[in-house]
């Protein structure tokens, strides 16, 4: 059940704030689409769950986690939205190509968190394997989708309070 933080004093990390006014966008790799549409059922239920209308929900898809850097910045540059999740799955492979898209996209959305008003959730799972990611994406480890969402809905509320 939603509780209504009154204030920033009073936050309590067991508590979701109201979200029903909030609206939030929602940017989706397609690189590893089965964990990143996981990811995105975790997220929308989540979001859905606490009251977020439908409609106030903005879905657009990237084709791979450094694209959510870009796509990311569109979104809030672009739409009315208080905070933005990017979502994402990066898998080690043979090569180095690991370290740097996670590198570059750990930087990039920590990039927009500073230079913009608009809070963007990290939901980028960066795993050693195929199956580490299953369990996390809607497995026997939850979901990170999920916890991306209530992060969201915390952060929306924490820029509304501290405006
Ligand atoms: C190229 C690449 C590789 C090797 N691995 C992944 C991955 O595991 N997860 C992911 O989301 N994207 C991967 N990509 C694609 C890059 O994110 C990006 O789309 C391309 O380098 C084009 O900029």
Redesign the pocket.
């Given at each position: 059940m939603a509780t209504v933080n009154k204030n920033l004093s009073d936050y309590d990390k067991n508590s979701v704030p109201n979200a029903k006014d909030f609206r939030f966008g929602i940017v989706v790799?397609?690189?590893?689409d089965t964990i990143?549409e996981g990811l995105f059922k975790g997220a929308i239920d989540a979001l859905l769950e606490n009251q977020v209308p439908a409609q106030h929900i903005i879905r657009w898809n990237?084709?791979?986690?450094?694209?959510l850097i870009y796509g990311s910045k569109k979104m809030l540059q672009t739409q009315n939205v208080d905070a933005v999740i990017a979502i994402?799955?990066?898998?080690q492979?043979q090569?180095k190509?690991?370290d740097f898209?996670c590198e570059g996209?750990i930087q990039g959305i920590k990039d927009l968190n500073v230079q913009t008003d608009i809070p963007v959730i990290f939901c980028?799972l960066t795993d050693n394997t195929m199956q580490q990611s299953i369990d996390r994406s809607g497995g026997i480890h939850g979901n990170k989708g999920t916890e991306a969402a209530i992060a969201a809905i915390k952060m929306a509320y924490i820029r509304q309070q501290a405006s």
């Open positions: 790799a397609e690189w590893n990143t990237v084709p791979g986690s450094f694209e994402g799955c990066v898998i492979g090569t190509h690991f898209v996209v980028v």
